[in-house]
């Protein structure tokens, strides 16, 4: 290596780091920021009924929720003419694949995560089985991919419903999605958000205290909001955490 950045003292790169850090605080602000107006974003009404393949037989956008609230759509690239067909989707859709975790938390947030493709069902539950993916898999029929901005690229659509009726609400494609795949960078471009009271979302959304509706996986709906952070020190102005509530119990 012949052109390395200066090799410098602990306390020279103590120093160093604490200046990138003041950048990276403004980033974190800066991000904050910007889901802060996604939610704040005009909904656009989907007024066709458009229609998807499942492992349940044909099915509409609405139940594609699961019965949440919102919902988050990844058209991946998996069909006849794609590179890999049909042993493997597409190498950018299959790491995005490779990306998401388990789906449970997103759920708890009322959220629920699909992708869709071209290929027939048959071969996407082949493609998940081989690859060890979770995720629900839908094969789309109709003009849903060119209707919403995939049907030539890979993209993130995220819709809300009230009743019967379904908007869409955010969009993210081209290098917007190699952010994509954890649970908090799926609910940022999400209507509501985490749903967290530290966030700047609109008057009468839901939100609730940060961290305390985090659980184990298998085990949301079992629980009294968690208390594993522990409470807040009163001698440390810089603790964070949110105080106990009274109808609260430790975990």
Not at 48 to 63: A, K, M, T, W
Not at 83 to 92: I, K, L, N, S, T
Request: net charge negative; with cysteine; charged share 25%.
């Amino acid at each position: 290596m012949d052109h390395t950045p200066p090799i410098v003292s602990p306390q020279e790169w103590q120093a160093a780091w604490q200046e990138m850090l003041v950048q990276e605080k403004a980033a974190t602000r800066a991000r904050d920021a910007l889901a802060a107006a996604r939610r704040r974003m005009p909904w656009q009404a989907v007024d066709r009924q458009y229609v998807f393949e499942g492992p349940e037989g044909r099915v509409s956008l609405l139940d594609l929720f699961q019965g949440r609230r919102q919902l988050v759509l990844y058209r991946a690239f998996f069909e006849p003419g794609v590179g890999g067909w049909p042993r493997h989707a597409c190498r950018g859709c299959s790491m995005m694949a490779d990306h998401v975790g388990n789906l449970a938390h997103l759920n708890a947030r009322d959220t629920t995560l699909v992708f869709a493709s071209r290929a027939p069902q048959a071969d996407i539950v082949a493609l998940k089985e081989r690859m060890g993916w979770q995720m629900p898999w839908y094969t789309m029929t109709d003009d849903f991919d060119a209707d919403f901005g995939v049907d030539e690229w890979h993209g993130t659509n995220a819709f809300i419903h009230n009743g019967d009726k379904v908007f869409r609400t955010y969009f993210i494609h081209n290098r917007g999605d190699e952010a994509m795949g954890t649970t908090w960078s799926f609910l940022d471009m999400t209507a509501l958000g985490r749903q967290e009271l530290w966030e700047d979302s609109p008057e009468g959304y839901p939100r609730t205290p940060p961290y305390e509706w985090w659980d184990w996986h298998d085990s949301y709906g079992e629980h009294i909001p968690s208390r594993w952070f522990g409470d807040p020190d009163p001698d440390n102005p810089k603790d964070q955490r949110p105080p106990r509530r009274e109808d609260q119990e430790s975990a």
